[in-house]
Each structure stands twice: as structure tokens, then as C-alpha cells.
Nanobody, 115 residues
Framework: QVQLLESGGGLVQPGGSLRLSCVVS????????FYWFRQAPGKEREFVAF???????NYADTVKGRFTISRDNAKMTGYLQMKSLKPEDTAVYYC?????????WGQGTQVTVSS
């Protein structure tokens, strides 16, 4: 069974940084594109970034230049480095991996940007 476990969320002041991690188990992590999404209160879940199996990346315009997605296939872990955080980045962040057997989500980690 595929499981995704996020960590690294928390409370940070505007302009601060956080790094989220997502450990994947039960799956050949390296073969698939890995995604981060987020959902703010009262809003729909939205795309943040992805990284392909050959390490190509893409970002939502709202985070481009501030967030960096990466992956360590040996550790079966994906990361989201977030810098210059803004209050509007406040959301629950989810990792996601679509596979041949289905699409899997983590449980989410809360990121709150506030002074």
C-alpha cells in the first residue's frame, strides 16, 4: 500500500522560510512525477509545483521564484523549500503522486504565515 507522510509545517513570520518533506512508502517513487498542492481556508485545493522523474520542474505563478521543489529518490522523499513566505501562502500543504495503480495523497501539513 502506498503511503505519503508530510512534515515540516508550522507557524512562520512573513518573509520567513520553511522546508516541507514528504516520505513515500510502498511505491517505486523514482518512476513517477511528484506534486505539491495546497488548500487555503474556504478555497479549493490548488497546484503548487511538480518535479518529474527526470527532475524537470514546474511551478504555479504565485510561488515561482520563491519555492523550490526537489526529490531524493534514494530516500523516497520529496521536498518543498519555501522562502519569502507571505500571509497568502497560509494553507494546508499536500503531497501527491499519481501512479499506474492510482493517485495518492498525504494527510497534509499546516503552514501558517503570520506576524
Amino acid at each position: 500500500q502506498v503511503q505519503l507522510l508530510e512534515s515540516g509545517g508550522g507557524l512562520v513570520q512573513p518573509g520567513g522560510s520553511l522546508r516541507l518533506s514528504c516520505v513515500v512508502s510502498g511505491n517505486t517513487f523514482s518512476a513517477y512525477t511528484f506534486y505539491w498542492f495546497r488548500q487555503a481556508p474556504g478555497k479549493e485545493r490548488e497546484f503548487v509545483a511538480f518535479i518529474t522523474s527526470d527532475f524537470r520542474t514546474n511551478y504555479a505563478d504565485t510561488v515561482k521564484g520563491r519555492f523550490t521543489i526537489s526529490r531524493d529518490n534514494a530516500k523516497m522523499t520529496g521536498y518543498l523549500q519555501m522562502k519569502s513566505l507571505k500571509p497568502e501562502d497560509t494553507a494546508v500543504y499536500y503531497c501527491n503522486i499519481p501512479t499506474n495503480q492510482g493517485t495518492y495523497w498525504g494527510q497534509g501539513t499546516q503552514v501558517t504565515v503570520s506576524s
